[in-house]
């Protein structure tokens, strides 16, 4: 279940292993900038927090433990749109016991590319 900033923007998780996860986001009006489509911050956010919980449940299958949280968010806008749903899939580059490297694609659900994000992740503890 979503919280935070990903409740808020309505994103839903719909599958995730420790090789990458798959959310999505039905576009509304509260996702718009002031033009009419999608306002690039909710790609931002939408691959940050796919790169997160995937580089999380990578660390807990391994059994390295702990979180991690980002350190670089990179995303490059493609297309622009004002309806539909927005489908984020990411995909490992690197993982390592310090940092981890998430591609993050997003598309429509027919598959066009919207936006592509990179993430860098630190490993961190757990805080207490």
């Known amino acids: 279940m979503a919280t935070g900033l990903d409740a808020q923007l309505g994103m839903r998780i719909l599958e995730g292993t ?3 996860l798959v ?5 509304s009006p509260i996702h718009h900038q002031p033009f009419g489509i999608v306002h690039g911050g909710v790609y931002c956010a ?11 449940l990578w660390l807990e299958q391994t059994g390295i433990g702990g979180t991690a949280v ?18 984020a899939r ?16 997003m598309t429509l ?16 503890p757990v805080p207490s």
């Open 23 to 27: 959310a999505e986001i039905a576009i």
């Open 109 to 124: 659900t027919d598959g066009t590319l919207l936006a592509q994000g990179r993430v860098r992740l630190q490993n961190v």
């Open 46 to 56: 939408m691959a940050e927090s796919v790169a997160s919980v995937s580089g999380f």
């Open 70 to 87: 980002g350190v670089n968010n990179s995303t490059d806008f493609l297309k622009s749109v004002s309806e539909g749903t927005i489908v």
């Open 90 to 105: 990411s995909t490992p580059v690197h993982r390592g016991r310090r940092q981890q490297l998430w591609q993050v694609d």
């Open 18 to 20: 420790g090789d990458g």
